[in-house]
């Protein structure tokens, strides 16, 4: 590898993690917070392999990723569950809409 394409490659994967911190951090929609939570996972992931062939360790970084796919797999099974429950309950994805709502959602 090119150490350009190491340059692209870290740009890539702090664009992915900084969208996924943006839609988290907006907070507007359930969904949008499921989908930022999963880009910075693959965020965290990229820049994991990367590190990985820079250090010349690709079977270790390999197994970590690995791992990290198995666990954002759970977490985001687990966070649609939620999000579908909040859905029949509320019958909205909007988080604004959910604490107006909410019993003590009122400030």
Not at 36 to 64: P, R
Request: charged letters at 15%; hydrophobic letters at 60%.
């Amino acid at each position: 590898m090119m150490p350009d394409e190491g340059v692209v490659i870290l740009i890539v994967a702090g664009a992915l993690f900084a969208i996924g911190l943006f839609s988290l951090m907006a907070r507007c929609n359930l969904i949008k917070m499921v989908m930022g939570l999963e880009l910075l996972g693959k965020g965290v992931s990229l820049l994991f392999v990367l590190g990985g062939y820079l250090s010349g360790d690709t079977g270790i970084s390999q197994a970590v990723v690995f791992t990290l796919i198995a666990i954002e797999a759970v977490v985001a099974g687990l966070a649609l569950a939620l999000v579908i429950l909040a859905r029949k309950v509320w019958k909205t994805f909007d988080i604004a809409a959910i604490s107006r709502l909410s019993p003590g959602g009122e400030r």
